[in-house]
């Protein structure tokens, strides 16, 4: 006795409302998306006559030195002989790497000066001091 074969029956999947879900989503994600920025210690920045703004902030590190003396590198506390391994690790990560040293206008001269010591010993020689724009004097 043979069968007989059913006909294949296939069954599909509707992709026309496969864009307006893919746009929805896209929508979604751009509207909850909240982009990162690094907010430091409360310090009061030196002001400088003349500045110049960082290339690129792709490479940047960013120390901040509070008048009490704290180090806050990328948004977490370290004591000073931490910085050398930290700023080693991101200078191997990245070789274009520039730091930010942002400290405050009543911070220690002697903390300032250990931080540059260990950001030599951590070879990261590209150091950038942050202030804000001096108003003119009329």
């Known amino acids: 006795m043979k069968f007989k074969r059913k006909s294949n029956i296939e069954s599909k999947i509707s ?5 307006d879900i893919i746009f929805m989503l896209l929508i979604f994600f751009m509207v909850t998306t909240v982009l990162r920025e ?5 310090i009061s920045l030196p002001k400088a006559e003349r ?3 960082l290339e690129s902030k792709r490479h940047t590190a960013h120390i901040w030195v509070s ?4 180090i806050s590198i990328e948004d977490k ?7 050398r391994h930290i700023m080693y690790e991101k200078r191997a990560s990245d070789p274009q790497l520039t730091v930010s040293l942002k ?6 001269m002697e903390t300032i000066s250990n931080i540059h010591n260990e950001l030599r010993k951590a070879d990261a ?3 950038n001091y942050s202030t804000k724009v001096k108003a003119p004097t009329q």
Not at 38 to 42: A, E, M, Q, R, V
Not at 103 to 108: F, G, I, K, P
């Open 51 to 53: 500045i110049e703004k």
């Open 67 to 70: 008048k009490d003396g704290l």
């Open 103 to 108: 400290a405050d206008l009543a911070a220690r």
């Open 77 to 83: 506390l370290f004591n000073e002989d931490d910085v």
């Open 125 to 127: 020689l590209k150091l």
């Open 38 to 42: 690094y907010s430091g210690l409360p």
């Open 15 to 19: 992709t026309s409302s496969m864009p």
